[in-house]
């Protein structure tokens, strides 16, 4: 699934989300339909692994049965498509769990480790990182992913990474809209470079984003549903 096809596929399912129930339409059929006409624009019936159906489903039953925050997450190299419900937070950090109890943990919006994905983040430090990003103000700032070898043993990942501000989007959710600034953030590690991309809205919240997590997991597409 190609991040464009990602990105129409949350954005279409969304807004209709948003915008409240077509006169005769649940919103599970709201969400069904926009889901189904983003895989037939782009030729597809589904999007390699869950069925339109199962994901408009999945965002209302969703919705419907917690008022924590919720978000929808797409790992875009094994089209994969979950809920995260945070379930719990430690200080500024939150844990987001899937009904799996795969675990992504997050602070100011940007990820901090994972469990349960594979080549699992084991700790982070993006505090440099995130004060440009949160603050939507260009720079160059250092990020280091620790992670485990074959052996146990933990391998520090550095990147020089250089975060720049686009234009300002309309970000529309399930439960809310908002105006927000793309920020991004390009990192080289000397071996690797990969590109991360941030909506963050007015209030220094990151309400949309796509992360590069691991190289077996690659990029994880996140969107808020509820804040």
Request: charged share 25%; hydrophobic share 35%.
């Amino acid at each position: 699934m190609k991040r464009s096809h990602v990105g129409l596929l949350l954005s279409a399912c969304l807004v209709l989300a948003a915008c409240g129930n077509r006169p005769g339409q649940s919103q599970l059929e709201v969400l069904r339909t926009a889901v189904s006409d983003v895989f037939k624009s782009s030729g597809q019936e589904d999007n390699g692994g869950a069925t339109a159906e199962q994901i408009a489903a999945e965002i209302d039953a969703g919705l419907k049965g917690t008022d924590l925050p919720l978000s929808l997450a797409v790992v875009e190299a094994r089209n994969s498509t979950t809920l995260l419900t945070r379930i719990e937070t430690n200080g500024p950090h939150g844990t987001w769990a899937a009904p799996d109890r795969r675990t992504i943990i997050m602070k100011d919006g940007l990820i901090t480790a994972t469990r349960g994905l594979g080549n699992d983040i084991m700790s982070s430090e993006t505090g440099e990182i995130a004060a440009l990003v949160t603050a939507r103000q260009e720079g160059q700032a250092q990020r280091v992913h620790r992670y485990l070898d074959g052996e146990n043993h933990t391998v520090d990942m550095r990147a020089t990474c250089r975060v720049t501000r686009g234009g300002e989007k309309m970000v529309e959710s399930a439960r809310f809209e908002a105006k927000a600034i793309e920020m991004t953030e390009s990192c080289d590690t000397g071996a690797r470079r990969f590109v991360n991309t941030y909506m963050v809205d007015t209030q220094g919240d990151v309400v949309q984003s796509r992360q590069w997590a691991s190289p077996d997991t690659g990029h994880i597409f996140i969107q808020a549903l509820r804040k």
